[in-house]
């Protein structure tokens, strides 16, 4: 069974940063593109930022960019997300989603339960 | 990076069928046949209902289908049930290489 465990979600402080981790199993995960997605309180989805299989290939919504950087470490089943001058704005619940066969143009599949991010003062 | 266009929201009565439209650009929707649906219910994560267009994935039922036409990208459910009462999402490719949601739509079975 395909699980996806978000983990590094906290209440911080404008400006500063964080770092989100996500535990991939149940499938051959250095096959298979990442992203992240989020969800504000009581909004729709907005997706944060994709990673092909192998790292040569990476995307970010205009709204991080320069901001957040996405980064997989293959040996360790894992995917990273590391935010940093965080804004009131990017409150919202992670979740880290399993994409397709290699490249991220293809369709997102499985999703994990998520990791709530809280940027406040 | 404009969100791709929903309804945000459409209703309908058991047994009838229903029609959720998707409209992007010739730069995302239109230019790509990398189209997919979400389901999701209150609190819980989306579920993938629809991919490449018109696919469904193993375990997801045949009432669901997707299609295109141009810029624009729709999801009909047909022979609607309670249980479809749900938030539906479309997503897409873009050629800005990253992929973008629509809005959202609310589906109230009444």
């Known amino acids: 069974e395909v699980q996806l465990v978000e983990s590094g979600g906290d209440l911080v402080q404008p400006g500063r940063s964080l770092r989100l981790s996500c535990a991939a199993s149940g499938f051959t995960f250095d096959d298979y593109a990442m992203h992240w997605v989020r969800q504000a309180p009581g909004k729709g989805l907005e997706w944060v930022s994709g990673i092909s299989w192998n790292s040569g290939r990476i995307g970010y919504a205009d709204s991080v960019k320069g901001r957040f950087t996405i980064s997989r470490d293959n040996a360790k089943n894992s995917l990273y997300l590391q935010m940093s001058s965080l804004r009131a704005e990017d409150t919202a619940l992670y979740y880290c989603?399993?994409?397709?066969?290699?490249?991220?143009?293809?369709?997102?599949?499985?999703w994990g339960k998520g990791t709530t991010v809280t940027v406040s003062s | 990076q404009s969100a791709l266009t929903q309804p945000a929201s459409v209703s309908g009565s058991p047994g009838q069928s229903i029609t959720i439209s998707c409209t992007g650009t010739n730069s995302d929707v239109g230019g790509y046949n990398y189209v997919s649906w979400y389901q999701q219910y209150p609190g819980k994560a989306p579920k993938l209902m629809i991919y490449d267009v018109s696919n469904r994935p193993s375990g997801v039922s045949n009432r669901f289908s997707g299609s295109k036409s141009g810029n624009a990208a729709s999801l009909t459910i047909s022979g609607l049930q309670a249980e479809d009462e749900a938030d539906y999402y479309c997503n897409s490719y873009t050629s800005s290489n990253t992929r973008v949601f629509g809005g959202g739509t609310k589906l109230t079975v009444l």
């Open positions: 989603v399993k994409g397709g066969f290699g490249d991220f143009y293809y369709h997102m599949d499985v």
